[in-house]
Every structure is written in structure tokens, then in C-alpha cells.
Nanobody
Framework: EVQLVESGGGLVQPGGSLRLSCAAS????????MSWVRQAPGKGLEWVSG????????SYTDSVKGRFTISRDNAKNTLYLQMNSLKFDDTAVYYC?????????WGRGTQVTVSS
């Protein structure tokens, strides 16, 4: 059974930092591209960042470029999202996502709240 478990969210002031983690199991993590997707209150899903299986080709939505860094540790089956210079608009539930055998799989998410 595929499992994705996000952690690391919380309440942070504008300009602060958080590091999200996604622990993966039930599939060959090292062979799959991974993504972070978020959902702000009252809004739809927004793709935030993705990374290829080798971890050497990250990509980002424009609004987080220069502030967020995605990475992965294939030995630990874990995906990360380092978030710096956080803004009010970054408030959302952040989900880890993977497509395995044509099925899009999600964790339960971790809440990030940016507030003063």
C-alpha cells in the first residue's frame, strides 16, 4: 500500500521558514518523480514544485521561485520542501503527490499558516 505522510507544517510569521517532509512507502521511491501541491483556504489545488527521480531537476511555480527549494533523499524515501521568506499567500495545506501506475496518490497534507 502506497503511503505518503507529510510533516513539518505549522504557524510561522511572514519572512520565516519551514521545512516540510514527506515520508514515502509502498512503492519504489527512487524511480518516481515527486511533487508538492498546495490548497489555500477557499481555493483549488495549486502545483508548487516538482523533482525528478534522480533529484537533479527541480521545478517551481513562479510565485515560489527563489524562496522554496525541493529536494529528496532516495536512501530515506523522503521528499522535502524548504520554504524561506514565507508570505501570507503561502498559507495552505501542503500535499505530497506521486503518480504510480497512472494513479495520482496523495498524503493527508500538512497545514502551513503564515500569520503575524
Amino acid at each position: 500500500e502506497v503511503q505518503l505522510v507529510e510533516s513539518g507544517g505549522g504557524l510561522v510569521q511572514p519572512g520565516g521558514s519551514l521545512r516540510l517532509s514527506c515520508a514515502a512507502s509502498g512503492f519504489t521511491f527512487s524511480m518516481n518523480a515527486m511533487s508538492w501541491v498546495r490548497q489555500a483556504p477557499g481555493k483549488g489545488l495549486e502545483w508548487v514544485s516538482g523533482i525528478n527521480s534522480a533529484g537533479d531537476s527541480p521545478s517551481y511555480t513562479d510565485s515560489v521561485k527563489g524562496r522554496f527549494t525541493i529536494s529528496r533523499d532516495n536512501a530515506k524515501n523522503t521528499l522535502y520542501l524548504q520554504m524561506n521568506s514565507l508570505k501570507f499567500d503561502d498559507t495552505a495545506v501542503y500535499y505530497c503527490n506521486v503518480v504510480v501506475d497512472y494513479s495520482s496518490l496523495w498524503g493527508r497534507g500538512t497545514q502551513v499558516t503564515v500569520s503575524s
